[in-house]
């Protein structure tokens, strides 16, 4: 079972950053990923990081935001800089066990954070 709980949510002018972070309980030995949700879309996958350490990031994203984990403070991470309007969302973290396949997809992901939002004003 993996428990997992977000934090660092914020409002920010574009331009700026914003790390969250992810607590998690026996999460070492799963994929963990970074999702999005804004009002009327669909969560959509922005970082992942495999048990191994391999990462992975949607498009949007590549070259403004960071995953990354401590094993030991059982923390993921997501490092987001150069943030735009367009990223204002509701922010969840997420593990999956198995394989690595399709790691952006939530369909995947067994266990979810409850989220912490993000808004970005122009």
């Known amino acids: 079972q993996v428990q997992l709980v977000e934090s660092g949510g914020d409002s920010v002018q574009a331009g700026g950053s914003v790390r969250l972070s992810c607590a998690a309980s026996?999460?070492?030995?799963?994929?963990m990923g970074w999702f999005r949700q804004a009002p009327g879309k669909e969560r959509e996958g922005v970082a992942a990081?495999?048990?191994?350490?391999?990462?992975i990031y949607a498009d949007s994203v590549k070259d403004r935001f960071t995953i990354s984990k401590d094993n030991a403070k059982n923390t993921l991470y997501l490092q987001m800089n150069s943030l735009q309007p367009e990223d204002t969302a509701m922010y969840y973290c997420?593990?999956?066990?198995?394989?690595?396949?399709?790691?952006?997809?939530?369909?995947?992901?067994?266990?979810w954070g409850q989220g912490t939002q993000v808004t970005v004003s122009s």
């Open positions: 990081i495999g048990s191994g350490g391999s990462t």
């Open positions: 026996g999460y070492t030995y799963y994929h």
């Open positions: 997420a593990a999956k066990g198995g394989s690595w396949y399709r790691p952006l997809s939530p369909s995947g992901y067994n266990y």
